[in-house]
T-cell receptor
């Protein structure tokens, strides 16, 4: 089925370890996003890519890096994981037009111990 | 600061009953408002989108209203079903380029048999 695919679905890291969350979409969308969702809070934007070759910081970029590998793929990297990065991470994609909604992936549940 | 608030935080109703979820926002400029449904362990899925000039929009048993003067929106669910159990998230777009989305914390709805 068409949509946004995230891997892995679950991950446990030790403090200081690194990892990359993968995201791919097959809808030919220009824009891709990484969000984190914490209990009692709205989704917060970490980074976004308005189009292939561009990336910009969102609301909470510290501790993360991203790569827009091509139009389909947008990865999120944690260089040195911290317990504060325990969260559920969602990748999303959309067309650049403002009235198009997001298509979200199913999320990655990350625990940093 | 752009903010979206939702109430109640959680709600429990019996199957077949109606319910109304509230969203208040202080977002400027306002472009549009969306309601998303997020099933447990899944990414959010768009239910409705409303622009400044729209007062009501329906999607099956879901009816969203928007009062741009008071900056309030509501999502009314009619004849609830067990499958309506989910979190409902209000999202306001704060620009005309589709890059500045402000998410509410969500309302957790539980429909009991």
């Amino acid at each position: 089925n068409a949509g946004v695919t995230q891997t892995p679905k679950f991950q446990v890291l030790k403090t200081g370890q690194s990892m990359t969350l993968q995201c791919a979409q097959d809808m030919n969308h220009n824009s891709m996003y990484w969000y984190r969702q914490d209990p009692g809070m709205g989704l917060r934007l970490i980074y976004y890519s308005a189009s292939e070759g561009t990336t910009d910081k969102g609301e909470v970029p510290n501790g993360y890096n991203v790569s827009r590998l091509n139009k389909r793929e947008f990865s999120l990297r944690l260089e040195s994981a911290a317990p504060s990065q325990t969260s559920v991470y969602f990748c999303a994609s959309s067309e650049a037009e403002y009235n198009y909604g997001y298509t979200f992936g199913s999320g990655t549940r990350l625990t940093v111990v | 600061k752009n903010q979206v608030e939702q109430s109640p935080q959680s709600l429990i109703i019996l199957e077949g009953k109606n319910c109304t979820l509230q969203c208040n926002y202080t977002v400027s400029p306002f472009s549009n408002l969306r309601w998303y449904k997020q099933d447990t362990g899944r990414g959010p899925v768009s239910l409705t989108i409303m622009t400044f000039s729209e007062n009501t929009k329906s999607n099956g048993r879901y009816t969203a209203t928007l009062d741009a003067d008071t900056k309030q929106s509501s999502l009314h669910i009619t004849a609830s079903q067990l499958s309506d159990s989910a979190s409902y998230i209000c999202v306001v777009t704060a620009d005309n380029y589709g890059q500045n989305f402000v998410f509410g914390p969500g309302t957790r709805l539980s429909v009991l048999p």
